[in-house]
């Protein structure tokens, strides 16, 4: 059962037992661009009691450098070697786990932040933000010349979805059974500050509908994510946290990972999901309102 | 097990034994723009037997009269009111089966043939060809005004699909369970000329997969297409045949309405899907190389 904390020495506890803690960021940072009350005095505090700070999203749209300008914006001091997104994350993956040769590509369904992580680590991409994918004009096979070079397509959120992104992507995948299917993460939403958009997960479903082949997902909660975490610092699981607010990503994501979990309720998930007779089946070590909740340690 | 037909004495049979014929069409009697060879003499044959025809097809990007041109630009004969698609269907089942309130409305992703046979039965819709929702423009919640009288989204191939109709759809959707979630049909893939493209499936995954909720789909295999059949025609279901180029959507269709079936294999089905050790569980009655075979009664 997951431990409810609300008293002072709960977070004291909290803070004594775990060295390195992961935080997932909308939802428990922030929400759309407002911060969450106290964030600026929990990071604070953290720092000031040594503790090593990760933060771990799930969005793609962004290269971490960008992602890091949210976090500036926001008055949260950050440093972008502290940030770990599923874009960089695919990036790694191709090139490290994959070890695709640096003459293949991949046609990228994405925004310019996948682009970026893939440049980073020197993959060649099409597709993605070229002008000449993002229409809604017909699209023919007929005048598709399919590049041979093509050995992944990774798809991440595109709020320019299209359907000649899809249909080359798709050919891609089903001219060539050893063409690698990935996607940055399948969250079935995308939290924007008024409300929930479909998430990553719904732009590779039509691929993995039209194909009956599911994409490899490289984000929360596949432990991908960590292994570019571990591949950058040493951490002891046994005195690491991962604090989220998403159940089948963040919680599941520190589960796998051997990490304790913390669930906040400033995001997507309701705390009937949590205790009572609708539970899910996925339960965090501990949960509390908000992340602010830890200031009770400075009062 | 499947009987393959190649003796003159087979078609003949067939012929004799039943009245009411119901053909797939793409994949069937042509492919893409190419008519199938010997269809033309086929259809003649039937005729003249005095055999009852229906063309079903999933196809719900046009309405059946601007279907039954393609008919006439490949010169044949054919009554607009012996073609059944699964846009018309759809429309059918929301003011008939559902029997969706006038004051009511459909949220549709789909293209101008869904919207004209919506139109036919006097049923109100939204989204679909507007060029307000034909975007590939940054969407917003803030700038979404939902019109509270949506009572259904319904989905069909839409070549124009993109991330602000997805998200409208799943804000009617997410908001009212109430909500109607159809599918004109969930085809996997689209067969164009020159290949296969996503299929009408492929354009509510993401929806599915956003919502964790199936759609209901109209067109084959479900019966409901062949209850619109049955509302204008009666026949009898000894005495029917469904003829069609796919395993899982026209000889499941016929399976499920008690009808015989015969497989071509001018369109999507492999013979080794037939018959050997990788046949699949879907096993027509009949099967032949193609619908133009059936002129060996002529000879």
Redesign the interface.
């Known amino acids: 059962m997951s431990k409810r904390l609300s008293a002072t020495a709960d977070y004291e506890e909290l803070l004594d037992k775990y060295d390195t803690w992961l935080f997932d960021c909308d939802g428990v940072l922030w929400r759309g661009d407002h911060l969450i009350d106290g964030v600026v005095e929990v990071l604070s505090l953290l720092r000031e009691r040594k503790k090593k700070l990760f933060f771990v999203t799930n969005n793609a749209t962004k290269s971490r450098k960008n992602y890091k300008k949210k976090f500036d914006q926001l008055g949260l001091k950050v440093d972008v070697d502290e940030v770990f997104g599923s874009a960089y994350a695919s990036a790694v993956y191709i090139s490290s786990v994959m070890k695709m040769p640096k003459t293949k590509k991949v046609y990228v369904i994405g925004m310019k932040g996948l682009e970026e992580e893939l440049d980073e680590e020197g993959i060649a991409h099409l597709g993605g933000t070229d002008p000449a994918d993002?229409?809604?004009a017909?699209?023919?096979?007929?005048n598709f010349h399919p590049d041979p070079n093509v050995g992944a397509v990774v798809c991440g959120l595109?709020?320019?979805?299209?359907?000649t992104k899809?249909?080359k992507a798709?050919?891609y995948l089903?001219r060539d059974k050893d063409c690698a299917f990935l996607a940055t993460n399948?969250d079935?939403?995308y939290p924007?500050?008024?409300?929930?958009?479909?998430?990553a997960?719904?732009?590779s479903?039509?691929?993995?509908?039209?194909?009956?082949r599911k994409p490899i997902s490289i984000g929360k909660p596949a432990e991908t994510m960590l292994d570019c975490v571990r591949a950058k610092y040493q951490y002891d699981p046994e005195r690491t946290i991962m604090v989220g607010d998403r159940l089948n990503t963040d919680i599941e994501f520190g589960k796998r990972g051997g990490l304790a979990t913390l669930l906040v309720l400033t995001g997507i998930t309701h705390e009937s999901e949590v205790v009572g007779p609708n539970a899910s089946t996925t339960v965090p070590d501990f949960f509390t309102n908000s992340i602010g909740d830890v200031r009770a340690v400075l009062s």
């Open positions: 993002n229409t809604l017909d699209f023919s096979l007929k595109d709020t320019s979805v299209n359907y899809l249909s798709f050919a089903h399948i079935s939403t924007s500050a008024e409300g929930l958009l479909p998430g997960g719904s732009i479903a039509p691929l993995a509908f039209a194909l009956g």
